[in-house]
């Protein structure tokens, strides 16, 4: 079974810049796509951005420019590099194991289990 532990979060400043890790283990991690999502209070699980074995990414609209997903493939890491964060991105991070589709953002989060997140709060 895979596990996922996402860390790096905290409250960053508006302007700022933060660095999200996501370990994964129970898998071949160099062969699966990997995706980040987020959820805010009261609000679904929503795409962030999603990187295939072959580096390619995408990202949401509401990100693209802003963040950069990234990835290692020796160490089973996916990065979420955070620039320019402002309010609204203000949520728990999550990473997971992903399909093409779903990391280029063409389909629904996957469903089973998911790691514990980590929150990420932007205020000044």
């Known amino acids: 079974q895979v596990q996922l532990v996402e860390s790096g979060g905290g409250l960053v400043q508006p302007g700022g810049s933060l660095r999200l890790s996501c370990v994964a283990s129970?898998?071949?991690?160099?062969?699966?796509?990997m995706g980040w999502y987020r959820q805010a209070p009261g609000k679904q699980r929503e795409w962030v951005a999603g990187?295939?074995?072959?580096?390619?990414?995408n990202y949401a609209d509401s990100v693209k420019g802003r963040f950069t997903i990234s990835r290692d493939n020796a160490k089973n890491t996916v990065y979420l590099q955070m620039s320019s964060p402002k309010p609204e991105d203000t949520a728990v991070y999550y990473c997971?194991?992903?399909?093409?589709?779903?990391?280029?953002?063409?389909?629904?989060?996957?469903?089973?289990?998911w790691g514990q997140g980590t929150q990420v709060t932007v205020s000044s």
């Open positions: 129970g898998t071949i991690f160099s062969i699966n796509a």
């Open positions: 990187i295939t074995t072959y580096g390619l990414t």
């Open positions: 997971n194991v992903v399909t093409v589709n779903q990391a280029m953002g063409k389909m629904s989060p996957p469903r089973g289990s």
